[in-house]
């Protein structure tokens, strides 16, 4: 027996529908992840990101490595009794290894709402404020100096 005209494209478009959001959330959730430039430097913000993990929210840190900078940890969600793994990563700014550069923060709470992850990179930075003062000026490069020979006014040498 066939189906009216009308039955089956609205099937149709509810499993076509059905397909969209799916795909939509997964492909929501896995990639999802939140960045924060930090002005504070590499060595201030993973003391501060530990110190916010560890001792401010008591979260289990399963694994860490300074050097490589990256920080997984057990996030345990304020409504939920149930922890998931989270991570903080810092990428150094691309000023070498000026201890005072910039450094980009990523959180991954890969089981969690993406809103998480910004409500703890708002805790950090507030943190870091509350604890190191305003951010430090951005330092300037020094300008470039000259090459022996070159005239510093540009122009030729007048008699």
Excluded: C
Excluded at 9 to 31: I, N, Q
Excluded at 36 to 49: D, L, V
Aim: proline residues 10%; neutral net charge.
């Amino acid at each position: 027996m066939r189906l009216p005209r009308w039955r089956s494209s609205k099937a149709f478009a509810g499993a076509l529908t059905g397909l969209l959001v799916a795909a939509a959330v997964v492909a929501g959730t896995a990639d999802a992840k939140s960045t924060y430039e930090s002005p504070y430097g590499y060595s201030r913000t993973w003391n501060a990101a530990l110190r916010l993990v560890r001792v401010d929210n008591g979260w289990k840190v399963t694994e860490k490595d300074e050097s490589n900078g990256y920080l997984l940890f057990e996030y345990a969600a304020p409504q939920s009794s149930k922890s998931t793994p989270g991570s903080i990563e810092l990428v150094r700014g691309g000023h070498g290894p000026d201890p005072d550069s910039a450094v980009t923060v990523l959180v991954q709470l890969p089981q969690m709402p993406h809103y998480h992850e910004q409500v703890l990179l708002d805790a950090l930075s507030s943190k870091m404020r509350r604890e190191y003062g305003d951010a430090p000026e951005p330092r300037k490069p020094a300008p470039p100096s000259p090459s022996p020979g070159d005239n510093p006014d540009g122009g030729t040498d007048a008699n």
